[in-house]
């Protein structure tokens, strides 16, 4: 099996980031919802413009899988302000992690993931935490399995449909206890 490389996207890669999440996100999605909806949500959710910003928000970052050139997944990473829902300020969410389906069961997600967390435990985050809609049973026992739990759920629009979200965390280290 080739080699998987992480490499953090840059301003300059909005293009491939713009072709990757429409590709992944419709390639998860599409059977599940109404075309209506989804081609409203990529059309808002994966515009040049809203992508060019977020590459440049400090407190958002995007890292691509490659195998050899061919970008294969993606992460999507928030903090601070930049979190869809504003969690602990120290927290990192894992907005987005998606793979094209040619690559499902090549352990790209697990590497993607494995980097979210690594980067929150050098930025000493409590916590990753993230949002997966409660009809992906797939992915919700990918995150169980590594090691994240249930702690509430927000709504999620895909286009006109309002949908529900398990929010769910893993937590990287205990939070400090105040000596009295």
Request: aromatic letters at 10%; one cysteine or more; a negative charge.
């Amino acid at each position: 099996m080739e080699e998987v490389k992480i490499e953090k996207a840059s301003a300059a890669d909005a293009d491939v980031l713009q072709q990757i999440g429409r590709q992944t996100f419709t390639e998860t999605f599409a059977a599940s919802n109404d075309a209506g909806n989804l081609r409203e949500y990529l059309e808002e959710a994966f515009s040049r413009e809203k992508l060019t910003a977020e590459l440049g928000n400090p407190d958002s970052c995007f890292y691509f899988a490659l195998i050899g050139d061919k970008v294969v997944g993606y992460l999507k990473l928030n903090t601070g302000i930049a979190q869809t829902e504003r969690q602990d300020e120290e927290a990192v969410e894992i907005e987005r992690i998606y793979v094209l389906t040619d690559y499902h069961g090549r352990k790209v997600g697990q590497l993607l993931l494995n980097q979210a967390v690594r980067l929150a435990i050098g930025r000493q985050s409590p916590y990753v935490w993230l949002g997966v809609w409660e009809k992906n049973p797939r992915a919700i026992r990918f995150y169980q399995k590594n090691g994240f739990v249930a702690f509430d759920k927000h709504i999620f629009r895909l286009g006109a449909e309002v949908q529900t979200d398990i929010m769910m965390k893993k937590v990287l280290q205990e939070p400090k206890k105040l000596s009295v």
